[in-house]
């Protein structure tokens, strides 16, 4: 079973950031929080992971709480193609097991 | 570099019969986990191998199979199909390092089992 917690939605108006939120208060020391991302009938795509401090790329930010009990993947300019199913869940020698996501609707 | 390729994309089966799927994985990449995707239970873990090893194994009937190849390529075996074996199949490769390294997947391939 999922072991983290997600809004089952969110909408996010195009150009503003998207705040997407995560608890995962039963995380290890060693085990790294992931966010990936499925849009319609494609494979899930990764977009970041960290352990404890905060994390950029060139998709999103991830931050991590000090207790590392949550975390939040920040997009920070929402596009319509951003629109997409946003799971969290955190791994350190276990496969990724997936939860049911947040749903994002980036709206015009 | 390429990405993950699943062969083939869309396939249809009768009941009863048997189906293989195909995983290339990306090139190096060592570990190839295999999920099942249906609108009801979401996103599965059905096994991953690694260097040719099941190396974890989920919460599926042992109809359900997979081996991979010294070239890290995979292949998963789904026997005496059933109608609730219709999903989108997943897999995700990695280099296989425990924690600290992300998954790639394929676009999946689409059973429809009639």
């Known amino acids: 079973d999922a072991k983290t917690t997600q809004p089952t939605s969110m909408d996010c108006a195009e150009g503003r950031a998207a705040n997407l939120p995560c608890n995962h208060s039963t995380i290890s020391g060693n085990e790294y929080v992931y966010w990936y991302r499925q849009i319609h009938s494609q494979g899930p795509q990764y977009i970041i992971h960290g352990l404890k401090n905060n994390e950029t790329n060139e998709m999103a930010s991830l931050i991590i709480t000090e207790d590392r009990k949550s975390s939040t993947l920040i997009l920070p300019h929402a596009t319509l193609r951003d629109t997409a199913v946003y799971y969290c869940l955190y791994s350190g020698n276990t496969p990724l097991v997936f939860g049911k996501g947040t749903r994002l609707s980036v709206i015009a | 570099k390429a990405g993950v390729t699943q062969t083939p ?17 990306i090139s190096g ?14 996103l599965q873990f059905l096994f991953e191998y690694f260097s040719e090893t099941q190396r974890n194994k989920g919460n ?5 199979s997979g081996r991979q190849f010294s070239n890290s390529r995979s292949e998963m075996n789904v026997s005496t199909l059933e109608l609730g074996d219709s999903a989108l199949y997943l897999c995700a490769s990695s ?20």
């Open chain 2, 9 to 25: 994309r869309y396939l249809i089966k009768t009941r009863g019969q048997q189906v293989t799927l195909s995983c290339s994985p």
């Open chain 2, 29 to 42: 990449h060592r570990s190839v986990s295999w999920y099942q995707q249906t609108p009801g239970q979401g």
């Open chain 2, 60 to 64: 599926f009937p042992g109809r359900f």
């Open chain 2, 95 to 114: 280099l296989g390092n425990r924690g600290n390294t992300e998954a790639f997947f394929g676009q999946g391939t689409r059973l429809t089992v009639v």
